[in-house]
């Protein structure tokens, strides 16, 4: 039963509130079925009745059935190397609090960092108002298994095959999931941000390394299960620079965040604003132009709608965004050309967060798995 709870939920994430008589018919489901999925949410206190909007018609019409959006909450978390973003959200991924940790590597133990994150959701708890989380999302930096408990490798922490979701599970008495980190960040974005209602997303991330992530009607693209869309390991020089995924000339090897602030001469530096920075430099134009030799293949690949930004491409400079608008559509096939968007991520300098949030959502609360 709880699949009919689900199809009702996500219609009114996505429309908004809807009569009892649209809600059947846009689901599939009779009257009677309805009747008794609505009871349900409404004593859940998922949801409430209110007034629709004015009506032409004849006579009163029935009262429509809204989310609300505060009647539950997840955690989502981001686990970059060195860096750790946390949330607390409402069923529409608005964050509720938030916080943030960095941490060594490869000093720091995984062990460490999960005890850490099982700290701050705590206090992350206290500082949304809320005692109860339906569960956690977390996204990791590499592929996870099939299940999505599993970090299978992660080339910028070292850690291979870590039962991660399992050991943050008996540290807070929640239930987690995991997710490839970018991957979630497009999630997030299908579901609460630019991507509505998008058939092709791709979000592009940028910082200690370059990841990718994609989502197809409203589907993330997880090939064999668990792999996730390598752009930063696209090789563009057979005698390129030596890539921390052991091959050379990666697209990742020549950007990522240690590269360029090396090139700027700033090493132990805090990287605010690299790219504007990079924009004046030697570095911009072999940088930008191997990014859009690599674009190019993804787009010819994958066929996206959306381009979405985030990590540092978000905060590029504008001379990116025309660069690309510019140079991208003559490489690609013509019915591709005039529908190729590209945007700065909606979610500021948490969109991975938001992404472990979104997972949450999808498998705790929008799947019905909870009815």
């Not at 668990?226 to 620079?241: F, W």
């Not at 604003?273 to 940088?287: A, I, R, S």
Request: charged content about 15%; glycine content about 12%.
């Amino acid at each position: 039963m709880g699949v009919h709870h689900g199809q009702v939920l996500r219609i009114l994430r996505d429309e908004g509130p809807q009569s009892r008589a649209i809600l059947a018919r846009r689901a599939g489901l009779s009257a009677t079925t309805l009747t008794h999925v609505t009871a349900q949410l409404l004593a859940d206190g998922s949801v409430a009745e209110v007034e629709p909007a004015a009506s032409s018609g004849v006579g009163r019409p029935g009262l429509a059935i809204r989310l609300l959006p505060n009647a539950h909450h997840v955690a989502g978390v981001h686990i970059g190397a060195g860096l750790v973003q946390l949330t607390v959200t409402d069923l529409l991924g608005s964050p509720k609090a938030a916080a943030s940790f960095e941490f060594a590597l490869p000093d720091t133990s995984p062990e460490a960092v999960t005890a850490r994150i099982a700290d701050e959701i705590e206090k992350l708890k206290l500082l949304a108002r809320t005692d109860h989380l339906l569960g956690v999302g977390v996204g990791v930096p590499g592929p996870v298994d099939a299940g999505q408990r599993t970090i299978l490798a992660s080339i910028n922490t070292g850690w291979r095959n870590l039962p991660l979701a399992g050991m943050l599970e008996r540290r807070t008495g929640l239930t987690v999931v995991l997710e490839h980190n970018v991957t979630a960040m497009a999630v997030a974005e299908a579901r609460f941000g630019l991507g509505r209602g998008v058939p092709a997303l791709l979000y592009v991330y940028l910082r200690s390394g370059l990841g990718a992530g994609l989502v197809v009607d409203g589907v993330p693209f997880r090939p064999g299960g668990h792999g996730a869309v390598e752009l930063g390991h696209i090789q563009i020089s057979q005698d390129g620079p030596r890539c921390s995924c052991g091959n050379h000339g990666c697209l990742e090897s020549y950007v990522n965040e240690r590269v360029l602030m090396r090139a700027l001469g700033l090493e132990g530096s805090a990287p605010a604003d690299l790219l504007m920075q990079v924009e004046n430099t030697d570095v911009w134009g072999p940088t930008l132009a191997r990014l859009t030799d690599s674009l190019a293949i993804a787009i010819s690949l994958l066929t996206p709608d959306l381009i979405v930004f985030g990590g540092h491409l978000a905060d590029a400079p504008e001379s990116l965004f025309a660069h690309l608008r510019k140079h991208l559509p003559p490489r690609v096939m013509p019915h591709m050309r005039d529908i190729l968007r590209f945007e700065r991520t909606a979610f500021g300098s948490q969109p991975g967060a938001i992404g472990g949030a979104a997972v949450a959502l999808d498998h705790f609360f929008y799947s019905g798995a909870r009815y």
